[in-house]
């Protein structure tokens, strides 16, 4: 019996702990990924979608700033659009390790708090 008892604390403490953690891992890496936060640190500045347009050969003024106000505007675009990416990303990010290390604290006193229930539905009895 004690035997069992044994095997079953040196399973649940070490062996599903390190796979909750393995698992937690995986959760964090997977939302990184899906919101390509690196990725979108490192294009921040670039045209939203690749909209830009040649300054053309020799200088016209009237090309010139055209051209200058639609890449201006598409790269302010794609600013907004990666930095809301960002923002969501990183949110999505507080969130899966905020519920991650929550739930890692009540895998660890979920033995005792089934005790207690167990011992407190006895009383009640």
Known sequence: ?????GLFISWYFKDATLSI?????????????YFS???LFKTLFNPWKRISESYGRGFDIGKFFSALTLNVLSRSIGFIMRSAAIFMGVLAEIFVLIFGAAFLILWFFLPLILIWTLFYGIILL
């Open 37 to 39: 936060i690196v990725l």
């Open 21 to 33: 953690l393995g698992i937690w891992r995986n959760f964090i890496l997977f939302v990184a990924n």
């Open 1 to 5: 019996m004690f035997k069992i008892f």
